[in-house]
């Protein structure tokens, strides 16, 4: 076998630089993977920590998402439940982490591509004067800014909910 050099270098050392980069990507998304273990929330967040640059919630106590404090719509609970259970379904890398359509609630996590950091989106659904009234909390568990990552997905699933036909029915506990 020949070890001839070309202009991109031996063989050999290409192979080792190769090897070298993927045991660098293996071993940030093995930190990622420890530095973010899955949250377990026992109740829906009441705010965004002070100044934050990676969360967003559309409920009260609002931080960006256009100021938002509900989202309201003449549908039942059910049909919002499994709406935000459609969207999220067609998101890609997302999971289902909790879900209770009795308590109106829903936990997801949402990972960015390259180095599968993980966001946490929760939903909450409650019926109010026969509309039901959806709130959103979006926030990254890693880093001081998530570079508008989270405030666009919550526009986003604004959008979608806005924009669905729903069958006018009435939202009953």
């Known amino acids: 076998m020949t070890d001839q050099k070309g202009w991109y270098g031996s063989p050999r050392r290409i192979q080792v630089f190769a090897l070298g980069i993927m045991t660098l990507y293996v071993g940030g998304l093995l930190c990622v993977w420890i530095a973010a273990p899955t949250l377990q929330f026992d109740a829906y967040p009441t705010e965004c920590p002070e100044n934050s640059q990676n969360c967003t919630r559309i409920a009260p106590n609002p931080h ?22 459609s969207w999220i379904e067609s998101q890609s890398r997302t999971v289902i982490v909790t879900e209770s359509e009795n308590v109106g609630y829903i936990h997801s996590v949402f990972r960015s591509f390259t180095w599968r950091f993980p966001d946490d989106m929760l939903f909450h659904v409650e019926c109010d004067n026969g509309s039901a ?41």
Do not use: P, Y
Not at 146 to 161: E, M, Q, T
Not at 162 to 170: L, R
């Open 64 to 85: 960006r998402g256009n100021g938002e404090e509900s989202i309201t719509i003449n549908a039942s609970k059910e049909e919002v439940m499994a709406e935000i259970t």
């Open 133 to 173: 009234v959806i709130w959103v909390h979006s926030e990254a568990r890693l880093g001081a800014s998530d570079l508008g990552v989270n405030d666009d997905r919550a526009l986003s699933f604004n959008d979608h909910i806005n924009s669905t036909e729903w069958t006018n029915s009435t939202c009953e506990e």
